[in-house]
């Protein structure tokens, strides 16, 4: 147990409508990562932060997309107007300081878009 | 480009055989390499990591292999087990002051007992 949790675990929606996921780190991880992983790919990057700053966003993060980290501790996805192509799992991934590299995942939300 | 890819999509191994997953890198300037193995419908999880400063790193039953001058980075894991059955990603952290990974499509590995 990596100590990232997701929340919902799964999302059903239809299109056109908005989402947001929650992912709750643990107190150590000041770096947050979110990553999208559609079925039989990799994770692919979406945005970090470190700390309440977002420093670092992929050109994946279209003007639908929006994240935050507004405490330097959980963070939101939000994406507006969903549509069938946003449906994949959205991955949060933690990371401790600076002493380490390693990005400690969460189960992940799995979204659907109908 | 960017790009970290694979050798092999599958590869089944027999239960107590050691298993060998490849993976090629395409950036020269990468400076952090990670293994995860993610079984259906959870996260992925750590195995291992290296720095692009070593050559060879070892763990309980794993061992990555990172070769620079033909950019290929492998995972060996000893005496495979069934729960070992998964799907593992190799990521390469681009250095340059980027902090994300960029992820291989992976290598299903299947155990048969």
């Known amino acids: 147990d990596t100590g990232v949790s997701q929340d919902p675990r799964h999302k059903i929606t239809k299109r056109g409508q908005n989402v947001t996921f929650r992912c709750d780190p643990i107190s150590e991880h000041n770096r947050l990562y979110w990553y999208r992983q559609t079925l039989g790919q990799g994770p692919e990057f979406l945005t970090y932060f470190q700390n309440e700053a977002q420093l670092e966003k992929s050109r994946l993060l279209s003007d639908r997309f929006s994240a935050e980290r507004p405490k330097g501790s959980f963070s939101t996805l939000e994406i507006q107007r969903t549509e069938q192509g946003d449906s994949a799992m959205y991955l949060c991934?933690?990371?401790?300081?600076?002493?380490?590299?390693?990005?400690?995942f969460g189960p992940g939300t799995r979204l659907t878009v109908l | 480009g960017e790009s970290v890819g694979l050798h092999l999509p599958t590869l089944s191994v027999q239960e107590g055989d050691n298993s060998i997953i490849n993976c090629a890198y395409s950036n020269s300037a990468s400076d952090y390499f990670i293994w995860y193995k993610q079984e259906s419908g959870k996260g992925p999880q750590f195995i291992i990591d290296i720095r692009s400063n070593m050559d060879k790193r070892q763990g309980q039953r794993v061992t990555v292999l990172l070769n620079k001058t033909v950019k290929h980075l492998s995972l060996q894991i000893a005496a495979t087990q069934p729960g070992d059955s998964a799907v593992y990603f190799c990521a390469e952290k681009m250095g340059g002051g980027s902090e994300k990974l960029v992820f291989g499509k992976g290598t299903k590995l299947t155990v048969n007992p």
């Open positions: 991934a933690g990371r401790k300081g600076e002493l380490t590299d390693t990005q400690y």
